[in-house]
């Protein structure tokens, strides 16, 4: 329950029943319906007046009847002067959390018209999540002077300012719940798309700036300065001497305070801010509504994380048909791995960074249980942030294909502090190599800027992104994109991949060779792709569809895995998985750990042996001979029975056909096991134990609804003990 309504039970200016059904207020005698929305903000406005801006509750009223010409409305709360209530000061017109930016502004003309009427100098328009004030004059009542707030108890005039860094004679920035700021994100956002001006897309785009220049106000502000990001109204005095707003100045002002914060981001990284803010001045006064008065630094990773993960995933899901993973899959996967400030870190596919942001959030534990006092200790603090703040600059990678979706994986970075310097927008089944640099021109960190040089089948990285290169990553956490195809027509580098190319089975006696595969399904080629960035000893743990451990045509891909990986764990995910997503794919997660060069051809020389001499030993070339020679001779005998060109002759002809077809089928299949067997014994010094689990239930159902239980939180901590063993 909010802390306000906490405290105001605690003071007895509200009762709330034990069901939280209805709420009683000190100053007015009838219940009301606290599972109400508007109700919520109503009783939360009262407290404040009461507990922040110190107003006696006797000089305040609530739900008061206002004449409005011949019919009569109500104020949802006004304050007066005194405290028989007879002075009206100030008019509160309470909305719900999830009113529209045009009903938002019905209710600004609403209040107005009760102030007005009542002959209130002030009006405050709420919705819990953005709030409005205003001054009336006393010359010109209908015209509206914007102010940052109302005055407390005690105060002659509105502050010039509402918020202000560590200064008590202002308000600090609020924490906000993951619920309230999910709210705000997605307001903010309909408000810059639902008038036409931008679609879906490059609102979220400008919503994606404003944020970063609101973290950045948040962590560049001084001590008892105010903050940037916030709306100041600009005051100048009419002809005759009354105050009265310049709109125009106070945008004005608004947008050169929010292009100079952009511009030192842009400054800071050239690669995530190309592009300037191209939003107008009212629409960014509208965002600023909502945000101003948050505090994203100091509001809990995980809250802020799933918050913006909730939007952005509806978003993405809506306008790009983008599924993201879970959070407990993601949680899942980094919670089994040692995974160090040391590690170097990738995900080749990597939305919006979830797998990235779990990473940093693990080495940040770390760092709170190597520097316990950091809190308290100024020098720990550094000592504390320089622990995981190396780590997110230095060794988390990611690569995503949407440039959009890569912007906005940099953003989701910065949301938890940094690391997003590393996320590059390339398609992730390039081939990268780092350009060389010659050693007279190296330059100094601070100084490089990532530079991509992009060809038809290879991507370079120069400057801070450099560390995209083979034989490289500690660890690799991806979830491929699922049901696409790579097309030699379309992409020339799939015959650069050794799944990009078509061997023939061992027991084709007429070996064809290796010939180019036409296609290849996108999930198979990262499996490769991951085993050329990885170091020697390196674990991949990648989300893959059950069609690749159970189908018999991709068995060349299983063979393959074997000999490029010790396969540590296979953990089957349930069918609703990612229904909640969008996705019905049945899954499974697969850690891996990078074989050498050596042992990979020693298995496979291995297995190529085994092959060769079970086709000796068991006359296997013989045996086909001897029924392709049966299968020729019976087609002759037909035709002498039948004659050329009958009808009797065709279905004689395919009767033979499926007859010695099924015969070689079942010829291969006893092949097959005899491999299957002796392969034991070949690849015995190969031999090890892999973990199995199958995971029925993991935390939510098909709908995205909680279930209480999670059982991959306890797999996990098996698996976790097997992958530390090994």
Request: aromatic share 10%; proline share 3%.
């Amino acid at each position: 329950m909010n802390e306000l309504i906490l405290q105001g039970k605690k003071e007895e200016l509200i009762e709330i029943d034990d069901e939280t059904n209805s709420i009683r207020y000190i100053n007015y005698p009838k219940a009301r319906n606290f599972n109400n929305p508007e109700e919520k903000i109503q009783a939360i406005t009262f407290l404040k007046l009461v507990l922040e801006y110190g107003y006696s509750e006797q000089n305040i009223r609530q739900f008061v009847p206002v004449q409005m010409g011949v019919s009569k409305k109500e104020a949802d709360i006004i304050v007066y002067n005194d405290k028989q209530c007879l002075s009206p000061y100030i008019v509160i017109e309470c909305k719900k959390e999830d009113i529209s930016e045009l009903e938002f502004k019905t209710a600004v003309n609403q209040g107005f018209s009760y102030a007005v009427a009542e002959g209130a100098k002030y009006v405050w328009i709420t919705s819990g999540i953005k709030n409005e004030y205003y001054q009336v004059p006393r010359k010109k009542p209908k015209e509206r002077i914007t102010v940052v707030d109302i005055p407390a108890q005690g105060e002659k005039f509105a502050p010039k300012y509402k918020y202000v860094k560590a200064d008590p004679k202002y308000h600090e920035l609020e924490i906000v719940t993951e619920e309230s700021l999910t709210k705000r994100f997605k307001q903010a956002h309909n408000a810059l798309w639902a008038g036409g001006e931008l679609n879906p897309s490059e609102a979220f785009d400008e919503l994606d700036k404003l944020i970063f220049c609101k973290i950045w106000d948040e962590r560049n502000c001084k001590r008892k300065e105010p903050y940037k990001f916030q709306v100041i109204p600009y005051i100048e005095l009419d002809q005759d001497g009354e105050e009265q707003e310049n709109k125009k100045l106070t945008n004005k002002n608004l947008l050169d305070r929010i292009n100079e914060l952009y511009a030192q981001g842009a400054a800071k990284d050239p690669e995530v801010f190309k592009d300037g803010i191209r939003l107008s001045a009212d629409k960014i006064r509208t965002v600023v509504g909502y945000l101003e008065g948050i505090n994203l630094n100091k509001t809990d990773l995980d809250s802020k994380g799933r918050a913006f993960e909730t939007f952005m995933g509806s978003f993405f899901r809506g306008d790009f048909g983008q599924y993201f993973t879970p959070r407990p899959i993601v949680k899942f996967i980094v919670d089994v791995l040692p995974i160090t400030k040391d590690s170097y870190v990738l995900d080749t596919s990597c939305g919006s960074g979830g797998f990235l942001l779990h990473a940093l959030d693990k080495v940040r534990q770390q760092a709170d249980k190597e520097f316990p006092d950091y809190k308290d200790d100024a020098d720990e603090r550094e000592d504390w942030k320089s622990y995981w703040h190396k780590f997110a600059e230095n060794y988390l990678y990611g690569i995503e294909l949407n440039e959009q979706i890569a912007r906005t994986a940099k953003m989701n970075m910065i949301i938890h502090d940094d690391g997003h310097t590393n996320v590059i927008s390339c398609d992730g089944l390039l081939q990268i190599t780092p350009e060389d640099e010659p050693e007279d021109k190296k330059e100094e960190p601070e100084e490089r800027e990532a530079r991509i040089i992009r060809n038809e089948n290879t991507i370079q990285i120069k400057g801070k992104n450099d560390k995209f290169k083979e034989n490289h990553f500690h660890f690799i956490l991806t979830n491929p994109p699922f049901g696409s195809s790579v097309k030699q027509t379309e992409k020339a580098y799939l015959h650069q991949y050794g799944f990009g190319k078509k061997d023939t089975e061992w027991l084709d006696v007429k070996n064809f060779g290796v010939k180019n595969r036409d296609t290849q399904s996108t999930e198979v080629l990262f499996i490769e792709q991951a085993y050329n960035f990885l170091k020697v000893g390196g674990i991949l743990a990648i989300v893959i569809p059950d069609g690749i451990l159970t189908n018999s045509s991709l068995q060349y891909v299983r063979d393959s895995i074997e000999e490029m990986y010790r396969i540590i764990a296979i953990v089957s995910m349930p069918q609703s998985a990612f229904s909640a997503t969008g996705a019905g794919v049945k899954s499974s997660v697969l850690f891996l750990q990078k074989y050498s060069e050596k042992q990979s051809k020693n298995i496979s020389s291995l297995k190529l042996k085994l092959q060769s001499d079970l086709i000796v030993r068991h006359e296997y070339r013989k045996k086909v001979k001897i029924l392709e020679d049966e299968k020729k001779q019976k087609t002759k005998d037909f035709t002498n029975k039948y004659g050329k060109g009958s009808e009797e002759l065709k279905e004689a002809k395919a009767n033979l056909v499926k007859k010695y077809s099924d015969k070689l089928s079942n010829l291969k299949d006893e092949m097959r096991e005899f491999y299957k067997e002796s392969k034991k014994e070949a690849l015995e010094k190969y031999d090890y134990d892999i973990f199995m689990a199958i995971a029925e239930d993991i935390g939510y159902d098909a709908t995205g609804k909680e279930t209480g239980n999670n059982e991959l939180f306890y797999i996990g901590q098996e698996l976790k003990k097997f992958i530390k063993s090994l």
